[in-house]
């Protein structure tokens, strides 16, 4: 298993945002609402850096042709906007909201001794 350090839990606040490298790739890692997510840095659209888009309820929409979406609501389940293009991922899956054939790496955040840790989850 790999881990990297993120920060000190108690510096790292609702709002929080950080990126760290995780075997060669960067991750984004988010306090929301007092929850941590981390999900790959990378979006899969065009490589837009999500540590800079906006995190907000996530999107419910029916999709109705490719690129074309009825917004139904925003949900408490928190997802990431790519600041460049507008792609959405849900942050604790990492699947894209208009398409659940596209996912992102999402990881899992631990605390210990009052430091945040990103972690591979593997081994
Ligand atoms: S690079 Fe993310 S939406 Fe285009």
Redesign the pocket.
């Known amino acids: 298993m790999t881990r990297v350090r993120v920060a000190d839990a108690s510096t790292f606040d609702d709002g929080s945002r950080a990126v760290v490298t995780l075997n060669g790739h960067e991750v984004a890692v988010v306090n929301h609402d007092g929850e941590y997510y981390a999900i790959l840095n990378r979006?899969a659209?065009?490589?837009?850096p999500l540590d800079e888009g906006e995190v907000h309820g996530r999107l419910v929409a029916t999709v109705t042709e490719p690129g074309e979406r009825d917004v139904e609501r925003f949900c408490d389940d928190p997802s990431v906007t790519?600041p460049?293009?507008?792609?959405e991922y849900d942050l604790e899956t990492g699947v894209h909201v208009g398409d659940e054939g596209i996912r992102l790496p999402t990881f899992e955040v631990v605390k210990e001794n009052g430091e945040l840790y990103v972690t591979d989850g593997e081994m």
């Open positions: 979006c659209h065009d490589g837009g790519c460049l293009h507008g792609w």
